[in-house]
């Protein structure tokens, strides 16, 4: 099963906000997006997750396309704590994460 | 602290040794899950438990890995006969039961970083 793209890397300005795109083209209908972030040295944290409407927590957004074949996080004021490795993956209830490369989000001052 | 906690952070063995690690999930968390991160890699899923039963082992989990989780409640990884390509972060990480789909985000241990010398 195909896992999602991202790309490598980005860099975004501290107090701006920053979009990470993921595509999962292959996404089945009982399969959930989640995002999860690595800061180095520690486990993976979860940011949010959704299945096909936007959702919104204190750490992010989530935007779903309508075909459901990407998305969109969005950290809405990066900080220099938000430096990390951010995981985008598709999963059924309770699945297992296939975690890809990632993008390493590098948060300048 | 009420998180998932590993033990040991850090194990340092020779090639051909035996090892364990522990992983003491949240409190109430029903699912467990392993998985092994290298260097420069995302984690890849090794292996997962619903309470006490194993529901799920991926190809990666050769036969000199074991992973039980006899109480429900913590679990243990151990690998057999080590090699260096061993060498990697194990990461636990659980998820609580949910009366409904939605409500599954897990929730990662440090992870124990085992060197094979």
């Known amino acids: 099963d195909a896992k999602t793209t991202q790309p490598p890397s980005m860099d975004c300005a501290e107090g701006r906000a920053a979009n990470l795109p993921c595509n999962h083209s292959t996404i089945s209908g009982n399969e959930y997006v989640y995002w999860y972030r690595q800061i180095h040295s520690q486990g993976p944290q979860y940011i949010i997750h959704g299945l096909k409407n936007n959702e919104t927590n204190e750490m992010a957004s989530l935007i779903i396309t309508e075909d459901r074949k990407s998305s969109t996080l969005i950290l809405p004021h990066a900080t220099l704590r938000d430096t990390a490795v951010y995981y985008c993956m598709k999963t059924i209830s309770w699945g297992k994460l296939q975690f890809g490369a990632g993008t390493q989000v590098v948060v300048t001052p | 602290d009420t998180g998932v906690s590993q033990n040991p952070r850090h194990k340092i063995t020779k090639r051909g040794q035996n090892v364990t690690f522990r992983c003491d999930p949240i409190s109430e968390h029903n699912r467990l899950y392993w998985y092994r991160q290298t260097l420069g890699q995302g984690p890849e899923f090794l292996t997962y438990f619903q309470n006490e039963a194993q529901l799920e082992k991926s190809r990666l989990l050769s036969d000199r890995f074991s992973a039980e989780r006899p109480k429900g409640s913590f679990s243990t990884l151990e690998i057999q006969r080590t090699e260096q390509g061993d060498s990697a972060m194990y990461l636990c990480?659980?998820?609580?039961?949910?009366?409904?789909?939605?409500?599954?985000?897990?929730?990662f241990g440090p992870g124990t970083r085992l060197t094979v010398t």
């Open positions: 990480a659980s998820s609580p039961r949910s009366l409904w789909a939605g409500n599954h985000e897990q929730y």
